[in-house]
C-alpha cells in the first residue's frame, strides 16, 4: 500500500529535484504510454503532454491544476517555444488523471513552472526534432538543413515547406532521439513575451466547467449536515420533516474519518437539484456529542500560545553561534496572527458515481494522487478501480491540496445509485475549512552600544498542521519557513530559532505562502522595529544587514537551495525606488517596505506602501508597489496579474480575516463575518519585475507575505505598530 | 411545483420547479446554463448576478416565479460571440485569474451601462462592491470597465 500521508514539502522536494539543471537525453514520462505504430497512426504523441493530429492541430496538456494562477498559459508557451508552434493554434487541455507519473499532477509551493520547465522544452524540442527528421526523410535531405517555422518545416535549401501535420504519422514511426538541442533563451519568441490566457474567451463567455458546474447524466445532489466539532459524534438524526418533499430522493448518514482529512460525521440529504437539497437540509433534527468542542475557544488559545512562547522552544529548527553568549540590549516584541479560511468563490464540492467495486470522481485537486491514494486506503477500492475526471478550479489558494468533499461523497454515493454532487454551501465552506492556523511570535534581539544586530530569537507556538494531516507521529511539526528556520538573508551572528506545537481541535491546512506569510509577517515587523528603536532608516537599516552578503547553500527538505541576499538587496531597492522613499512627501503621509525570500520557488519580493494618516489609528492607502524577482519570466502579465492578486489577499489578511472557534464551533459563516477586500477599497498598485536571466522561479503565493508588513511598517513610520492581525482588532480603520 | 415559462437569453425554456426555486438553481441545475455561479446564496458576493429586463440582479435571491414573463441575460447570452464591449475590454485586459466571480463581475458591469452610459469613480465603486474576487482581479476590472466606458461612448 502506498504511502497515503502527504505535505507540501514532498512536492517541494519534487521540484527541486526537477530543477537541477538541464539533463539531456531522459527519457520523458509516460512516454511508453504512448508508443506507437505507423499503422494506428491518428496523431503524433510523443509524450504524455503534446499531440498533433494528422490535420497539424497540437493540442498541448497541462500536467498542473489551474486554479487561477496561469499555468494553462505558462505551461503550454514553454511547450509551444520548443516545438516552434503559434500558442493561438494550439488546444489546451487538462492532461487527463492517470496520464502521468505519480506525482506529476501535484499543484502547489509556486513549484509548477519550476517542475515543468525542462521537461517541456525538452518534450517540444524532442516533437519538433522527429518532425523534422521526418521531413529530412521525406526529401532526401540531413536533418541539419531543415529548420522549423511556426507549424512547419522548412528545407532551406530549395525553401520547400510541410506543414507539421503532413509529417506526423511519418514522426510517429521513427525512434526517439535520446538527445536534442534546445534553443538559446535569446531565440525565445513566446517565453518572456505577453500572452494571453488561453481560456480566456471561455471564462468570459460562461463556457467554462469548474467542478461545480460539471454535469453527469443522471447525477442528483447532497447537502450535508455536518458535526458542528471536529471528532463530535452522530448520535441521531430525525427526517421525517422531509417525507413530503418531492424531490428530495434520501437520506444517508456515515462516520466520520481522522487524518488526512478529519471528515466528520454527516447526514447527507440527497435530492434532484442543488437548492432542495440544501433547504431540506435545514428541516433535518439531528443530535450530536459534541462535548469534545467544550472549552474550545480561540481566545483561551491565544493566551495559551503567549505563554508557551514564555518558555524554551518545544523543537529548536536553528543554531547559529551562541545566542546566549551576546551581550548587549535586550529588544523584544510579539506578535499574533489569526485562524484564517481560503474562501474561494467556488465553494467546495465533488461528484462521485459508485458502481460496485467501482468508482469515479469528477472535481478539482491540487493532489489528486493523494486523494485516490486515500480513497483507495480508505474505502479498498483497487487502483485500477478508481477513475478521476479533473476539472478547473475557481481559486486554490492551497484549498483544494485537501480533498474532504472527496471523502464525503463517496460515503454517500455508496449508499445511492447515481452519480451525487455533494455541495458545501457558503457557510459549510468557512466553517470546515482547514484553517491557516493561528500564531503568536515572540522575537528578541540583542543591540551592542553602537546598534549593531548582535542576536536574534524567534520563537513559534502555534497548532500545527502536519499534526492534523499526519497524526501526531509526524516528523514535519515545525513551521518555521519564512523565518529563521535555517540562515536568513540578514547577517546577524548568532541566531536561534524554535517552533511549539499547542494542539487545538480544528482542522488545519495549507493557505497560500501558508508559514511563509505568517513569519515574514513577524520578521519583516521586527527587523523595521529595531530600525525604529535605533533610529535608523528602515530601508537604509536592511540594506546594511544585507550588504556584501553572498549567496550561500542552505538545505531544505534534503535538497539544496540558495539564499541570495543580493537579489533580495535588489527588490528592496526596486520597491524603494518606485514608490520615491526619499521623497519629501506630503503631510500625514508615511510609507512602509518589507521583503523577503521565498527560496524553494527562487523567488524574492517587496513591497512598499504608502498610507495617509487621517485620524488615531485611522488611514487611507494610497499606493501600493510590489517587486518581484523571479528569475527568467515566462509569461509578463500572468506574473503581474499574480502580483496584483496577491495584494489584495494580503490586505483581506492585514486589514479584515479572522476565523474564530467557540466551544469547538467556528463562529464565522460567511462572506458577511468573515470579510474579504471589496472593489472600492482597492488602492492603486504597480508591479515591478527584476529583470533577470536566472532559472525561471515561482510566482504565485512570493507576492503575498510582504503586503502586510509593508502595511504595518508603513503604520509605525506614523507612530502607530500594529502587532497582531488583522488589524481592525486592535481598533484600526481605513477608507 | 409547477410549469413554469421563461425567457432567458431570447429563448423560451418551459421548466417544472417549485415556483419559490431560486432563479439560479433553475438555470444551473434545470436549464444547466453553468455560467452563472453559485458562490453564497446570500447576497454576498455577486458570482449569481444576471440581467433581469437588462438591470443586474442576484439571481440567488430570485425566487424564479418572480422572472416569468421578464428578459433574463445570463454570461452566455451577453453577446452572440463573447464580443459585448465589457467582453471585448475584459479580454484586452486580461482581467480573469481562476474565472469563477467574472460572469457575475461582467454582468454586474452591464448592468450599471445599461442605465449610466458613464458613470462615475463613485458609482463605479459603489456597483463592483457588491462582487468579491478572491484572485484579487479588481485593478483589472476597474480598467477594463473605463475602456469599455470609451468604446460605448465613441
Ligand atoms: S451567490 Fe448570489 S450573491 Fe453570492
Ligand atoms: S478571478 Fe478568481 S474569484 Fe475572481
Known amino acids: 500500500m502506498k504511502k497515503t500521508s502527504i505535505d507540501r514539502r514532498r512536492f517541494i522536494k519534487l521540484g527541486s529535484l526537477a530543477s537541477g539543471g538541464l539533463v539531456i537525453g531522459f527519457s520523458l514520462p509516460g512516454q511508453s504510454l504512448f508508443t506507437q505504430t505507423p499503422f494506428d497512426c491518428e496523431y503524433f504523441q510523443p509524450s504524455a503532454y503534446l499531440r498533433i493530429d494528422k490535420k497539424g492541430k497540437v493540442t498541448i496538456f497541462v500536467a498542473k491544476q489551474e486554479s487561477g494562477q496561469g499555468v494553462d498559459t505558462a505551461l503550454p508557451m514553454i511547450l509551444a517555444e520548443e516545438l516552434d508552434v503559434d500558442l493561438r493554434d494550439v488546444n489546451v487541455e487538462i492532461a487527463p488523471y492517470g496520464t502521468l507519473k505519480e506525482g506529476e499532477h501535484d499543484t502547489g509551493g509556486s513549484q509548477s513552472v519550476m517542475q515543468m520547465y525542462d521537461v517541456l522544452r525538452k518534450a517540444g524540442a524532442t516533437a519538433k526534432a522527429m518532425i523534422i527528421s521526418a521531413a529530412a526523410k521525406h526529401w532526401g535531405v540531413k536533418p541539419e538543413i531543415c529548420a522549423a517555422d511556426n507549424g512547419t518545416v522548412v528545407n532551406t535549401a530549395n525553401m520547400a515547406r510541410l506543414n507539421y501535420g503532413d509529417l506526423v504519422c511519418d514522426a510517429a514511426a521513427l525512434p526517439v532521439p535520446a538527445e536534442v538541442g534546445l534553443k538559446s533563451p535569446k531565440d525565445f519568441k513566446l517565453i518572456g513575451k505577453t500572452e494571453k490566457r488561453t481560456g480566456l474567451k471561455n471564462i468570459l463567455t460562461g463556457k467554462t466547467k469548474y467542478g461545480l458546474d460539471t454535469k453527469v447524466p443522471g447525477m442528483v445532489y447532497a447537502a450535508v449536515l455536518r458535526c458542528p466539532v471536529q471528532d463530535g459524534k452522530l448520535i441521531s438524526f430525525d427526517d421525517s420533516a422531509l417525507k413530503d418533499m418531492k424531490d428530495v430522493l434520501k437520506v444517508v448518514s456515515y462516520k466520520g474519518t481522522a487524518a488526512p482529512m478529519h471528515v466528520r460525521d454527516g447526514?447527507?440529504?440527497?435530492?434532484?437539484?442543488?437548492?432542495?437539497?440544501?433547504?431540506?437540509?435545514?428541516?433535518?433534527?439531528?443530535?450530536?456529542?459534541?462535548t469534545v468542542g467544550k472549552g474550545v475557544n480561540t481566545d483561551s488559545l491565544f493566551k495559551a500560545l503567549e505563554e508557551r512562547t514564555k518558555s524554551k522552544p518545544q523543537i529548536q529548527v536553528f543554531d547559529k553561534g551562541n545566542v546566549d553568549k551576546a551581550q548587549g540590549e535586550t529588544f523584544t516584541a510579539q506578535y499574533s496572527e489569526p485562524f484564517l479560511a481560503h474562501a474561494t468563490i467556488e465553494p467546495m464540492n465533488c461528484i462521485a458515481a459508485v458502481n460496485g467495486d467501482k468508482v469515479e470522481l469528477w472535481g478539482g485537486f491540487q493532489l489528486p494522487d493523494w486523494a485516490?491514494?486515500?480513497?483507495?486506503?480508505?474505502?479498498?477500492?483497487?487502483?485500477?478501480?478508481?477513475?478521476?475526471?479533473?476539472?478547473?478550479?475557481?481559486g486554490g489558494f492551497g484549498r483544494r491540496l485537501h480533498f474532504e468533499p472527496a471523502l464525503e461523497v463517496v460515503k454517500i454515493a455508496q449508499q445511492f445509485d447515481k452519480p451525487v454532487q455533494v455541495i458545501w454551501d457558503r457557510v459549510d465552506d468557512t466553517r470546515f475549512d482547514a484553517f491557516r492556523p493561528a500564531s503568536v511570535h515572540k522575537l528578541e534581539a540583542k543591540l551592542d552600544k553602537n546598534g549593531k544586530l548582535l542576536a536574534w530569537q524567534h520563537h513559534i507556538a502555534g497548532p500545527s498542521i502536519s499534526i492534523m494531516t499526519e497524526g501526531p507521529d509526524t516528523k514535519n511539526l515545525a513551521e518555521n519557513l519564512g523565518g529563521a528556520d535555517k540562515d536568513f538573508w540578514y547577517d546577524v551572528p548568532n541566531v536561534r530559532t524554535g517552533f511549539s506545537s499547542v494542539n487545538f481541535n480544528i482542522n488545519r491546512g495549507w493557505l497560500r505562502a501558508v508559514e511563509i506569510c505568517v513569519n515574514t509577517f513577524a520578521v519583516e515587523s521586527f527587523i523595521d522595529e529595531i530600525a525604529l528603536h535605533l533610529k535608523k532608516d528602515p530601508l537604509a537599516y536592511r540594506l546594511s544587514l544585507l550588504e556584501g552578503r553572498p549567496a550561500f547553500d542552505v538545505r531544505q527538505y534534503g535538497t539544496i537551495v540558495k539564499q541570495e541576499p543580493q537579489r533580495i538587496a535588489g527588490v528592496l531597492k526596486l520597491a524603494a525606488e518606485k514608490i520615491g522613499w526619499t521623497d519629501k512627501r506630503e503631510p500625514n503621509h508615511f510609507v512602509g517596505i518589507a521583503t523577503h525570500s521565498f527560496i524553494f520557488a527562487r523567488a524574492y519580493a517587496a513591497h512598499a506602501i504608502e498610507i495617509e494618516v487621517t485620524g488615531d489609528k485611522k488611514f487611507r492607502i494610497k499606493k501600493i508597489v510590489g517587486a518581484i524577482d523571479c528569475g527568467l519570466v515566462i509569461n509578463p502579465d500572468g506574473l503581474r496579474n499574480q502580483m496584483e492578486g496577491a495584494i489584495v489577499f494580503g490586505l483581506s489578511q492585514v486589514l479584515k480575516g479572522e476565523i474564530t472557534v467557540q466551544d469547538g464551533k467556528v463562529a464565522e459563516d460567511g462572506f458577511y463575518s468573515y470579510e474579504l477586500l471589496r472593489f472600492d477599497e482597492m488602492p492603486p498598485v504597480e508591479i515591478y519585475t527584476v529583470d533577470s536571466k536566472e532559472e525561471p522561479g515561482g510566482v504565485g503565493e512570493v507576492g503575498l507575505p510582504t503586503v502586510s508588513p509593508a502595511l504595518c511598517n508603513a503604520l509605525a513610520a506614523a507612530g502607530m505598530r500594529p502587532r497582531n492581525l488583522p488589524i481592525r482588532k486592535d481598533g484600526y480603520s481605513w477608507s | 411545483m409547477a410549469s413554469i415559462t421563461l425567457n432567458v437569453n431570447n429563448k423560451e425554456y418551459t421548466v417544472d420547479a417549485d415556483p419559490d426555486m431560486p432563479l439560479l438553481w433553475v438555470l444551473r441545475d434545470k436549464l444547466e446554463l453553468t455560467g452563472t455561479k453559485y458562490g453564497c446564496g446570500v447576497a454576498s458576493c455577486g458570482a449569481c448576478m444576471v440581467l433581469l429586463d437588462g438591470a443586474a440582479v442576484y439571481s440567488c435571491q430570485r425566487a424564479v416565479a418572480t422572472c416569468v414573463k421578464k428578459k433574463i441575460t445570463t454570461i452566455e447570452g451577453l453577446s452572440e460571440d463573447g464580443t459585448h464591449p465589457l467582453q471585448k475590454a475584459w479580454e484586452k485586459v486580461g482581467v480573469p485569474q481562476c474565472g469563477y466571480c467574472q460572469s457575475g463581475q461582467i454582468i454586474a458591469a452591464a448592468g450599471?451601462?445599461?442605465k449610466y452610459k458613464r458613470p462615475t469613480e463613485e458609482m463605479i465603486d459603489q456597483v463592483m462592491s457588491s462582487n468579491l474576487c478572491r484572485c484579487g482581479t479588481y485593478h483589472r476590472i476597474r480598467e477594463a470597465i473605463h475602456i469599455a466606458i470609451e468604446e460605448i461612448n465613441k
Open chain 1, 372 to 394: 485516490v491514494n486515500t480513497i483507495i486506503k480508505e474505502f479498498g477500492y483497487k487502483k485500477e478501480n478508481v477513475k478521476l475526471n479533473l476539472t478547473l478550479m475557481g
Open chain 1, 267 to 290: 447526514v447527507a440529504v440527497i435530492a434532484t437539484n442543488s437548492w432542495t437539497a440544501l433547504k431540506a437540509r435545514d428541516l433535518v433534527r439531528v443530535q450530536w456529542d459534541i
Open chain 2, 112 to 114: 450599471m451601462l445599461n
